[in-house]
């Protein structure tokens, strides 16, 4: 079956960095997203990784190994704004996304 | 990047109404668009695929009687809640696949919050 794992919840300093870790087991791969989502609001996109590797976005990096099927999200100079739950999804075959049930960022100052 | 809106943002309906909420990619087309159910303090929960000029289809468990897509152009896709009783109250996201960008990102409308009395 298909299945994406991520920590449920994590917790982190202000200005420090936080790394959250998403495996994935999809049929076929088309690529992993990484989605913010603040409370009550619709998510938004992050990052999107295909080939091995990381891709540096400002603050934010993500990196994908696809023969481990293991990508993570780096926060470096974390901010209290980045306190939000940070959706994991793997793209599969059919082009359809595959959802983690979301890491909750909690940053305390 | 892409923009996709959501009507209304927030409703509020009698236990059997039906409600109907709209998508629209406001710069793109969209062949395909999705509809999201997500609970408090879950995950999103992939409902159905919309695809333009055809018939949605439908996950497992959600009842296509109940919840009717029509996506009748390539810029509009439509959740008509039927029948609506207090547990669907959810907040519903849209988002849509934009043809003209590589990576079949999915852009998300800002949600409607639906609550059933």
């Known amino acids: 079956g298909q299945n994406i794992d991520q920590p449920t919840e994590m917790t982190a300093t202000e200005g420090a960095i936080v790394q959250i870790n998403c495996t994935y087991q999809t049929s076929g791969f088309n690529g992993l997203f990484w989605y913010q989502q603040h409370a009550g609001e619709a998510p938004t996109f992050l990052s999107y990784?295909?080939l091995d590797g990381l891709e540096e976005k400002g603050r934010f990096s993500s990196f994908l190994s696809r023969s481990k099927g293991y990508s993570y999200l780096l926060l470096k100079e974390l901010q209290m704004k980045d306190s939000a739950s940070y959706l994991c999804a793997a793209m599969d075959s059919n082009y359809q996304l595959i959802w983690g049930a979301g890491t909750k960022l909690i940053i305390k100052p | 990047g892409a923009v996709v809106s959501q009507h209304p943002s927030r409703v509020i309906c009698k236990s059997g109404t039906s409600v109907k909420i709209e998508c629209r990619s406001l710069d793109f087309q969209a062949t395909t668009m999705f509809w999201y159910r997500q609970f408090p303090k879950q995950s999103l929960m992939l409902m159905a695929t919309s695809n333009e000029g055809s018939k949605a289809t439908y996950e497992q468990g959600v009842e296509k009687d109940k919840f009717l897509i029509n996506h009748a152009s390539l810029t509009l896709s439509t959740l008509t809640v039927t029948s609506a009783h207090p547990e669907d109250s959810s907040f519903y996201i849209c988002?849509?696949?934009?043809?003209?960008?590589?990576?079949?990102?999915?852009?998300f409308g800002p949600g409607t919050r639906l609550t059933v009395l």
């Open positions: 990784n295909v």
């Open positions: 988002s849509a696949r934009d043809l003209g960008v590589n990576y079949n990102e999915q852009f």
